[in-house]
C-alpha cells in the first residue's frame, strides 16, 4: 500500500481548497506600493476625462465633422491649446474626446487576446498530449503571419468597422498570451504545492484557479500593458487603411496617421495624439508594473 507523501506547507485540505485572501486592504497596497498608486491615479485621470470630456473640451463641436476653413493649422495658442487641424478643428477637444475611443479599444482589445490566450495556453501546459498538440498546432499557425497581416485578414473575413477592428487586432494578439502562459504553466506544474493539491485531492478546476493561475499571470500582466500602445498603433493602422476608426471619428491613432503628412507645417498635429497614446501606455504600464507586485507571490512573500 502506497504512503501518500506530507507537505508540512499545507496543513488541511480547506486550506488548499480556501479563497486566495491575496486582496487586502486598498489603502495599505497603495502605500506600500507607489508605482501602482501613480498608474491607478494616472488611469482614473484618463477615465475622467473621457466621462467629462464635454466640460473639458473647449470647442465640443470640433470633435464631430465641423468645418473652419479660416483657422486651418493654426499653430497652438491660448484660443487653441494643441492647434488646428488642416480643416480647422480645435486638436485639444478632438485629443479630450478621443479618450473616449482609444482606451477604449484598447482594453476590448486586450480582453479578447487575454481571455481566449491565457485559457488555451493553461489547457495546453497543464493537460500537454493530445490537447498540447493541437492548441499549439493551431497558435503556430497564427504565428505564421505578422500581427498587422493577421489582422487585416481577420478584418476582411468579419468586414469592415471599428468593432470588427477591435476584434481583429484582438486575435493577433491571442498566440502571444497562449504561448507565454504554456510555458508558465510547464514550470509551474511541477512545483511542490502543485504535487500537493494533488495529493489532498483538490479538484483540477481548484488546482488550476488556486496554485496555478496566481502563479503564471505576472507576464501575462507585463505583456498586456506593454501591448497598450501596439493595440492602439494596430487599430490607428487599420483606421489609416479605412478598414476601422472612420473619419471625422477623433480617434488618437486615426489622427496621428492623418498628422504624419503635415509633419513639416504643423508638428502639433501628430504631437498631441502622440502625447496621449503615450500618457495612456505610461499609466498602463505603471499600473501593470504595480499589479505585478501585488498579485505574484514571489514577490510579496
Request: charged letters at 15%; a neutral charge.
Amino acid at each position: 500500500m502506497s504512503r501518500v507523501p506530507s507537505y508540512p506547507d499545507v496543513e488541511s485540505r480547506e486550506e488548499v481548497l480556501a479563497p486566495p485572501g491575496r486582496f487586502r486592504s486598498v489603502p495599505g497596497v497603495l502605500r506600500r506600493n507607489p508605482l501602482l498608486a501613480v498608474g491607478a491615479a494616472m488611469c482614473i485621470a484618463i477615465f475622467l476625462v473621457a466621462v467629462l470630456a464635454p466640460l473639458i473640451a473647449t470647442y465640443p463641436e470640433d470633435a464631430g465633422s465641423a468645418v473652419h476653413p479660416l483657422q486651418t493649422l493654426e499653430p497652438p495658442s491660448a484660443q487653441h491649446y494643441f492647434g488646428t487641424d488642416q480643416v480647422g478643428r480645435d486638436v485639444f477637444s478632438r485629443v479630450v474626446y478621443g479618450a473616449r475611443i482609444s482606451p477604449v479599444i484598447a482594453v476590448l482589445v486586450l480582453a479578447i487576446s487575454c481571455l481566449i490566450g491565457v485559457p488555451l495556453g493553461i489547457a495546453a501546459g497543464y493537460f500537454g498530449g493530445a490537447i498540447d498538440e493541437v492548441i499549439m498546432r493551431f497558435i503556430d499557425v497564427l504565428l505564421a503571419f505578422p500581427g498587422l497581416l493577421l489582422a487585416l485578414l481577420a478584418v476582411f473575413a468579419l468586414g469592415v468597422g471599428l468593432r470588427n477592428a477591435m476584434i481583429a487586432v484582438g486575435i493577433a494578439g491571442i498566440p502571444i498570451f497562449a504561448r507565454v502562459t504554456r510555458g508558465e504553466v510547464l514550470s509551474a506544474r511541477e512545483n511542490l504545492y502543485v504535487e500537493a493539491a494533488r495529493a489532498i485531492g483538490a479538484p483540477e478546476g481548484v488546482i488550476v484557479w488556486r496554485h496555478l493561475l496566481p502563479n503564471i499571470m505576472t507576464p501575462s500582466i507585463v505583456i498586456a500593458t506593454l501591448r497598450v500602445g501596439t493595440a492602439i498603433i494596430f487599430g490607428a493602422s487599420l483606421s489609416f487603411l479605412g478598414l476601422g476608426a472612420q473619419a471625422p471619428a477623433p480617434e488618437w491613432g486615426l489622427m496621428l496617421s492623418q498628422g504624419r503628412g503635415f509633419l513639416g507645417v504643423a508638428w502639433w498635429l501628430s504631437f498631441a495624439p502622440g502625447l496621449a497614446i503615450f500618457l495612456v501606455v505610461m499609466a498602463s504600464n505603471l499600473f501593470g508594473d504595480g499589479l505585478r507586485d501585488v498579485f505574484d507571490p514571489r514577490l510579496s512573500a
